[in-house]
């Protein structure tokens, strides 16, 4: 017997993207996003002035991925919200927003682990991609977030390592930051890579005991090494950004490379899923590609839009939830600190 159809409404609000999708189960019916420009003049997100954008945005976002769902909001059967992590600010405009609707609906509310939500989105039913059996490595790398995580279930996981200091996201954004390229310059960095020679600057890699991750003494080396290299041709960065780019992310991605080497060789587990903002990187990507014919691992890559924050991966968690009950109540709160497996 076929499962009756179940209409999710998610809603993700944790940082700057204020997000509202519509799931009918595992199917993806609408995803939209609405990003923030404002920040882009700051250099990074302002918290404050995110908050103020989640509150002009939600309820237009949330219209619209109704109608681009061709759902009324009678027939939806839960409503899933990001709880955190994230900022503060963001995630109580979400949460104030979905527990008011839920109560509104009479229909149950769902919280939901963002971190879980970016590994989970995997579990979305699409052509584009497919989801991993368990147990399986998942490498969640983001702007706020690096870790890898051993996932036994859809609800069992556990942390093996995580970074002790910057994100993966915050060291690729500040490293572009020094170079003087606009933010968010990660994605920038990851356009001139592929016209440079990664072997052209070499940087130091950290050395950090097991599965935990560092990325601050590399952020200062590329300082020094900028600094250097300016004092003796100040237009040495505009003329050789494209190899200090390959250069950069080469770096950063072998840190990660070396630590999902580990992870795999510690647990026995090769089927490897990525999951956050980092993860449309296309080295890794394609460093995931290399990995399957030279070491034998199965690796899943999300679709681009299920990367970045996103209210599909919200929904998907809502819909497993769902199935198994586990709904809560109105005296749900925000969290900006959340770890995975934790309530």
């Given at each position: 017997m076929e499962n009756p159809k179940k209409y999710i409404l998610a809603i993700e609000s944790s940082c700057d993207d204020t997000s509202a999708a519509v799931l009918c189960n595992t199917k993806v019916l609408s995803n939209v996003v609405a990003t923030q420009e404002i920040h882009k003049q700051y250099g990074g997100v302002v918290p404050e002035l995110a908050s103020r954008a989640h509150q002009q945005n939600i309820v237009p976002v949330v219209h619209q991925a109704l109608a681009k769902a061709n759902i009324d909001k009678n027939q939806l059967s839960a409503i899933a919200f990001t709880r955190g992590p994230g900022l503060m600010g963001s995630l109580l405009v979400g949460t104030s927003f979905a527990k008011s609707l839920a109560l509104g609906l009479h229909v149950p509310l769902i919280a939901v682990n963002h971190m879980e939500a970016h590994i989970l989105a995997h579990f979305i039913d699409d052509k584009d991609q497919s989801?991993?059996?368990f147990p399986f490595l998942a490498m969640t790398i983001s702007g706020g977030h690096t870790q890898i995580v051993k996932v036994?279930?859809?609800f069992k996981m556990e942390v093996l390592g995580e970074?002790?200091?910057?994100?993966v996201g915050e060291a690729f954004d500040k490293s572009a930051?020094?170079?003087?390229?606009?933010?968010p310059g990660g994605p920038l960095i990851d356009k001139y890579a592929k016209l440079g020679n990664p072997g052209a600057y070499p940087f130091p890699k950290p050395k950090v005991d097991g599965l935990d991750f560092s990325f601050s003494g590399l952020k200062t080396s590329i300082l020094y090494f900028l600094n250097r290299e300016t004092q003796k041709d100040p237009g040495f960065v505009s003329q050789n950004i494209n190899d200090i780019c390959a250069s950069v992310q080469f770096t950063i991605l072998e840190?990660?490379?070396d630590k999902l080497q580990l992870a795999v060789e510690q647990t026995g587990i090769k089927r490897i899923a990525i999951g956050g903002g980092?993860?449309?990187n296309s080295g890794i990507r394609q460093r995931l590609v290399d990995a399957e014919e030279k070491l034998g691992?199965?690796?899943f890559i999300p679709k681009f839009e299920y990367c970045t924050d996103n209210a599909a991966m919200i929904?998907?968690?809502g819909y497993l939830k769902y199935e198994k009950g586990e709904f809560t109540d109105q005296s749900i709160a925000a969290k900006a600190r959340y770890a995975i497996g934790s309530e």
């Open positions: 989801a991993p059996a036994t279930d859809h970074t002790l200091d910057d994100a930051k020094l170079m003087g390229l606009p933010y840190i990660l490379m980092v993860a449309a691992w199965q690796t929904g998907i968690v």
